[in-house]
């Protein structure tokens, strides 16, 4: 029986490390810790891997494929992803798409299969991993899109999401709301805390206290908006509007309202976030915040061109957000909604 050839994988396993890190030690060493480097010294010895061989595969060949790593496999994300894929197209890469499901493991698993050379560089859409500047630099070819994150190093293409979350609460403001609901996205996603954030900017700006039960849990899908909207029927004393931290939970909580006998926006006013294509066709159409998604996709790949190329890149492209205004918010009238309950 042929023995099975010790692979980059092994090293990993043994040192107790990742894969990248161990990429990062036949590529770039001093980027590692004294410590690091011993414990790949050791696997590699003992598990008489030859390292050359592989080193020279990661820097010298190219599979002519690019990674892009999403939350879910939803047509709004996708969307980025088809604008990815467009880009890539042009200039001759094939372009694979994987879901991470929010989970670090799992992105971690995707970073890990590049940094092993199963792809040339990577597109973390909305990634969920903390990377401290010596491990962005030593992560292969990496651009965000659509959210930073936590990221400070790693090159970048977004919208401003805190402000276009201030945006659209300012609009509900503008209508005459004071008293305005927030249900928020995922927990851990950076897309919730910096809508959240907005949300909370915006009412600060015009001297409004935030009410911490007005910000209700969410996870991004119509049962999240629905269970946050029933939750707020419930309410002795509920909002004139509701800020969703996306469209699908927007739309989860205009079918709660309608539900249960609640006009929109007669008895209460719901806005959303990206502009999904379901917005258009809600009922009521949804007032929201229109995302370039495409154009991420699209100019996140352009950088990750010129990156696997080692051309100059802006390092932060922040595109514009605007704000849709359909049908289904309007001025308050708390009057009517009480006629309905």
């Known amino acids: 029986m042929r023995k099975r050839s010790v692979t980059i994988h092994d090293v990993a396993r043994v040192a107790g490390v990742s894969i990248a890190t161990v990429s990062r030690a036949f590529n770039n060493p001093e980027l590692l810790s004294p ?29 002519n494929l690019i990674l892009v790593v999403v939350p879910s496999l939803n047509p709004y994300f996708l969307e980025i992803f088809a604008g990815a894929e467009d880009a890539a197209k042009s ?27 199963r792809a040339d560089g990577l597109i973390l859409v909305t990634t969920v991993g903390r990377y401290e500047p010596d491990e962005a630099r030593g992560l292969p070819p990496t651009v965000i899109a659509l959210d930073i994150g936590e990221q400070t190093e790693l090159p970048k293409v977004r919208i401003d999401h805190v402000g276009a979350s201030e945006m659209i609460t300012s609009y509900l403001l503008d209508l005459g709301h004071r008293r305005i609901a927030h249900i928020l ?14 949300f909370c900017r915006a009412l600060e700006r015009r001297g409004i206290g935030f009410d911490p039960a007005l910000c209700l849990p969410g996870d991004f899908t119509v049962d999240g908006g629905a269970a946050a909207a029933a939750a707020i029927v419930a309410m002795k004393d509920p909002p004139t509007a509701v800020f969703a931290a996306n469209d699908q939970t927007a739309i989860g909580a205009l079918q709660h309202f309608r539900s249960v006998g609640w006009q929109v926006p007669g008895d209460i006013s719901v806005v959303g976030f990206d502009d999904e294509r379901l917005a258009a066709i809600a009922s009521p159409a949804l007032s929201t915040v229109h995302v370039p998604t495409y154009q991420i996709g699209y100019r996140a790949m352009e950088k990750m ?37």
Do not use: K
């Not at 932060?316 to 918010?329: G, N, Y």
């Open 35 to 63: 410590d690091a480097r011993q414990a790949i010294e050791q696997a590699v010895q003992t598990l008489n891997y030859r390292p050359h061989v592989a080193a020279r595969r990661l820097r010298g060949s190219r599979t």
């Open 91 to 117: 200039a001759g890469y094939g372009v694979l798409v994987g879901h991470s499901e929010r989970d670090l493991a799992r992105e971690q698993g995707y970073v890990d299969q590049v940094a092993a050379g």
């Open 185 to 198: 996205g995922a927990p851990g996603s950076s897309l919730t805390t910096h809508r959240r954030d907005g």
């Open 305 to 341: 061109l010129l990156l696997l190329d080692s051309q100059a890149i802006e390092r932060d492209t922040v595109l514009e957000a605007e704000v849709v205004v359909r049908r289904s918010a309007g001025p308050p009238h708390t009057a009517a909604r009480a006629v309905a309950s």
